[in-house]
């Protein structure tokens, strides 16, 4: 795909990056990477242990490398909130490789059995952190993403084989299964 002039993107939680670093150095151009804490603690106690350290090795790996560029995504929750202008600090340095940071509003789906509730905030509740990010990397480089804005805007498919689309209606969200 490469070779055929194609843009390769990669969205990755970074843990098997050490394994395949001079394959994805050579042919990705974007990587993805999630940053939910601009520290261990708050980052892995989200997206578990050692995590923090493969996405912010993977980070400074290739940005050093000079040919890939980056799509930093954090999930807003009730751990990371206030840690959020933190995280802004954390991947400037790497602001010229950045093509966006893409800051997303927890998603609280009542029907999803196991999921976690208390990493819910309330956008009224985050709102004053969200409004001061940009400062640092730019406006341009950072983007909002709502519950209501990512309605119907993608599918996911389920370890069952479900497909779905998320819907968000009234303050919820539910699963629409379009298929299997």
């Known amino acids: 795909v490469k ?6 993107c990669l969205s990755t939680n970074a843990d098997f990056f050490d394994l395949h670093r001079e394959e994805i150095s050579d042919c990705v151009d974007v990587v993805g990477l999630p940053i939910d804490g601009s520290e261990s603690r708050v980052h ?16 400074r ?3 050093d490398q000079g040919k890939t560029y980056f799509r930093i995504g ?13 995280i802004e600090r954390l991947i400037a340095p790497f602001r010229e490789k950045i093509v966006y940071w893409k800051v997303y509003e927890f998603i609280l789906y009542p029907d999803r059995s196991g999921q976690s509730q208390e ?3 309330s956008p009224e509740k985050a709102r004053p952190y969200l409004q001061q990010l940009g400062g640092i990397l ?3 480089k950072v ?16 370890p069952n084989g479900d497909a779905i689309i ?12 379009i298929g299997n």
């Open 143 to 158: 983007c909002l993403d709502s519950c209501a804005a990512r309605s119907r805007a993608y599918f996911l498919i389920n």
């Open 166 to 177: 998320p819907v968000h209606y009234q303050g919820l969200t539910k699963d629409l299964v």
């Open 61 to 63: 790996y290739l940005f």
């Open 138 to 140: 730019g406006q341009d």
């Open 74 to 86: 954090t999930v807003v929750t009730s751990l990371n909130y206030r840690d959020l202008s933190n």
């Open 44 to 59: 892995d106690g989200l997206r578990g242990r050692g995590s923090f350290s493969s996405v912010i090795g993977t980070l």
């Open 119 to 121: 990493f819910y905030v």
């Open 3 to 8: 070779h055929l002039g194609m843009m390769i």
